[in-house]
Every structure is written in structure tokens, then in C-alpha cells.
């Protein structure tokens, strides 16, 4: 268990690498069943606030992500006005992570599709 929870972590700061290289020509993230979590979502986030001005498509289907990671995401919809499409089907958002997500389409006047199903 100890060294599947090290090539994990590893994987993902390489992940986190090469976004922060690419980011600037990124206008789709794809990011379906990678097992991200509250936790996880934070410093992916991060780096899309920081570089990924383009960005009109995030999916984050069938992940592990539950109220806390969709606030820590309806803030990035916030931040990134280029968003069209937002894809958090097939998580355990919950009510309350519901409602901040709609609170922040409600003020995103580009993003004309969140998906929640499942």
C-alpha cells in the first residue's frame, strides 16, 4: 500500500508538471476517473487559476469528489470566465456543493453547460 500511495503521488506532481507547462494552450481538461478527491482537486485547481487562461471545457467525471471539492470548484468558475462546459457527473457533489455550483453559473455568463448526473 505504502509504495502504490508513492507512485500515486508521484504521478501526480508529474501531472501537475506538465500542465503548469502546457497550460497556456490547454482549452480542454479531460480529467474522467483519475480517482481525484477533495483533497486532490486543490493544487489542479491551483495551477489552472494560475495559467490556464483558455479553458473552455473541465471534465472531472467519475471521480471521488464530494461538497468540499465542488465549493473549491464552483470558486474556480468564478475565477475562469472562458468556461463553457463543466463535467462533474458521477461524483458525490451533495446539496450544499450543488448549490454553490449553481450560484456560480448564475454569475459565469459563458458557461452554458454543468453537468451533475449520476
Not at 67 to 80: H, T
Not at 81 to 109: C, F, P, R, T, Y
Request: aromatic fraction near 6%; hydrophobic fraction near 40%; proline fraction near 2%.
Amino acid at each position: 500500500p505504502g509504495q502504490s500511495r508513492l507512485f500515486t503521488q508521484r504521478l501526480r506532481e508529474r501531472t501537475l508538471m506538465r500542465l503548469r507547462a502546457d497550460s497556456g494552450q490547454i482549452c480542454k481538461l479531460i480529467l474522467q476517473s483519475c480517482s481525484l478527491s477533495n483533497v486532490s482537486i486543490s493544487p489542479i485547481l491551483a495551477v489552472l487559476e494560475e495559467c490556464c487562461w483558455n479553458l473552455t471545457c473541465l471534465d472531472l467525471s467519475r471521480n471521488f469528489l464530494r461538497c468540499d471539492g465542488a465549493k473549491r470548484i464552483a470558486d474556480y468558475i468564478f475565477s475562469n470566465q472562458q468556461l463553457e462546459v463543466v463535467d462533474l457527473s458521477w461524483n458525490e457533489i451533495g446539496q450544499s456543493g450543488k448549490n454553490a455550483l449553481s450560484a456560480a453559473v448564475d454569475m459565469h455568463a459563458a458557461l452554458h453547460e454543468l453537468r451533475l448526473e449520476g
